[in-house]
């Protein structure tokens, strides 16, 4: 079975994990910097950080502009927290000069789940996941408050009672797929090896 070559947006945040879990999954990765290296993969994975600075740095790399072109031609595309937010057309609760890639017809609202000290964990049931739930760790994560007619909602957080419940928190548009908890962290690769499937598919 082939090895696809995924890259990982290495401009900020946990960018090591991702390169982990996608050799894990049966893809080769490296990190992404320059325009010349995004135009040598078949997918891209936007990883966890601070999504306002992300967007800074695309523009500082010259990246913005390219990664838009190739997500606009049918890039795969995964991205974990911040990167579900660059993923979406809507960002609320987000600076005004702050950028998004428009990936998923989606409105992501940034750090939904609170400031660093609620970060907690949860079993989450992931459409296209068979097996155990999966262990999502979501840390200032955001949440998807309206996804577009094409956009596949794939897990929610469970009903506990709290204000969180039912919000979607992973979601698919065609080869593009974005979830706003951090699987690279859990070793439970099946997130990751979904997005590597999608990849070769592609």
Not at 128 to 146: H, K, N, Q, S, Y
Not at 172 to 183: D, E
Request: hydrophobic content about 40%.
């Amino acid at each position: 079975m082939t090895r696809p070559l995924i890259g990982v947006l290495a401009l900020q945040g946990d960018v090591r994990e991702h390169v982990h879990a996608l050799h894990d999954s049966g893809a080769d990765a490296i990190g992404i910097r320059r325009r010349e290296e995004l135009e040598k993969v078949d997918g891209l994975v936007i990883p966890g950080g601070e999504s306002t600075t992300m967007s800074k740095l695309l523009d500082i790399f010259e990246l913005y502009e390219p990664l838009r072109d190739r997500l606009a031609d049918g890039l795969p595309a995964y991205g974990s927290c911040a990167g579900m937010i660059l993923l979406a057309s809507e960002i609320l609760d987000t600076r005004a000069d702050a950028k998004h890639l428009y990936g998923v017809d989606m409105t992501v609202r940034r750090n939904a789940f609170g400031r660093q000290v609620d970060s907690f964990e949860a079993d989450l049931d992931f459409e296209g996941i068979t097996g155990d739930p999966v262990r999502a760790v979501f840390i200032r994560a955001p949440w998807v408050e309206r996804v577009g007619e094409d956009v596949e909602v794939l897990a929610r957080v469970p009903e506990t009672g709290g204000e969180a419940d039912g919000r979607i928190v992973a979601v698919r548009q065609g080869s593009v797929l974005a979830t706003s908890f951090h699987p690279e962290v859990t070793g439970d690769r099946r997130v990751h090896e979904l997005f590597v499937d999608l990849v070769r598919a592609h």
